[in-house]
């Protein structure tokens, strides 16, 4: 199995800097419906790297 210096998981705080937004407002999209999956590791949110880029692409306008 071949390793990477990133995981396949991000943190909110990873996620939120990608982004470069608040912790805060990452978790109002999270109660708005509009974030990323995200995955419950007992206390702890995880979002999966492919479910990001996924929603990226979705979210992604293309200029006319």
């Not at 995981?7 to 982004?19: G, H, N, Q, T």
């Amino acid at each position: 199995m071949a390793t990477s210096s990133k995981s396949e998981f991000m943190s909110p705080k990873e996620l939120a800097d990608l982004l470069g937004i608040s912790v805060s407002s990452l978790y109002s999209m999270n109660s708005w419906g509009t974030a990323p999956r995200r995955i419950r590791v007992g206390k702890h949110i995880r979002y999966r790297r492919t479910d990001v880029e996924a929603w990226l692409q979705r979210n992604t306008i293309e200029n006319a």
